[in-house]
């Protein structure tokens, strides 16, 4: 039985406290997935040093930086301990394509998710469309209503089950409609990002409300901001 203390505040809810160095990888795992919630979800496209291409999903994936524009990927090893195709190719090639998955292509995301065998063409498999990178060797998926083209940045060993790598932005392709070239306003209703959630669970993003960011002034003035 996981390990956990029930603590509770008068006129608050009760509380349920882990200690992590207590917890076995998998119950932190579920424990992680199931509260930092949606994740956005990177399918990545790269090649081999044999120009071999590869396409896999990965919800440990967020962007951290604009200057320098910086995403991450958290690439778990197999668990025999060696790389999988994507830790692997990027090592070899030095480059990356993250392309967003929009609800359009939710189903051949996942047929990218089977554990094929290396060297087979996941994209053919899910019958997505590959174009060549401009800045970077590994093909972009088309039906991607955003594809960003990166060069590796760093990687970060953080222990003998995973890695995270940073990627450094290059080049990036949109859909037209999603993205207003004037302002460069990119239209979430257009993208229609889906995100994971816990287990085999995933969410829309169409349940979209702005919040505006009150001034101190107006925090003070006890008048809450408004969704719209």
């Known amino acids: 039985m996981t390990d956990f203390e029930a603590t509770s505040l008068p006129g608050l809810a009760e509380t349920v406290t882990f200690d ?12 992680l997935i199931g509260a930092v919630v949606p994740r956005p979800i990177a399918l990545v496209t790269t090649v081999s040093a044999e120009g071999v291409a590869n396409a896999a999903p990965f919800s440990f994936f967020n962007c951290l930086s604009a200057d320098p524009a910086i995403l991450a990927l958290g690439v778990e090893y197999r ?4 790389q999988k195709d994507t830790g692997r190719n990027i090592r070899e090639t030095l480059a990356f394509s993250v392309n967003i998955v929009s609800d359009a292509i939710l189903e051949a995301m996942n047929v990218c998710a089977v554990p094929f065998a290396p060297g087979v063409d996941e994209l053919t498999a899910a019958g997505l469309t590959a174009a060549p990178g401009i800045r970077v060797p590994c093909p972009r998926i088309v039906e991607s209503p955003v594809t960003f083209e990166c060069r590796h940045h760093t990687t970060l060993g953080i222990g003998n089950s995973r890695e995270i790598i940073l990627g450094e932005v290059v080049y990036a392709h949109f859909h037209a409609q999603a993205v207003n070239v004037t302002n460069l306003h ?8 889906v ?15 702005d919040l505006p960011t009150m001034s101190v002034e107006q925090w003070q003035s006890g008048k ?3 969704r719209s």
């Open 79 to 82: 668990p025999s301990g060696a």
């Open 186 to 193: 990119v239209d979430p209703a257009v993208v229609d990002a």
């Open 20 to 31: 992590f160095g207590k917890l076995t990888p998998r119950e932190r795992y579920k424990l």
């Open 195 to 209: 995100g994971r959630m816990g287990g085999h669970g995933y969410a829309s993003t169409r349940d979209y409300f």
């Open 224 to 226: 809450p901001a408004q």
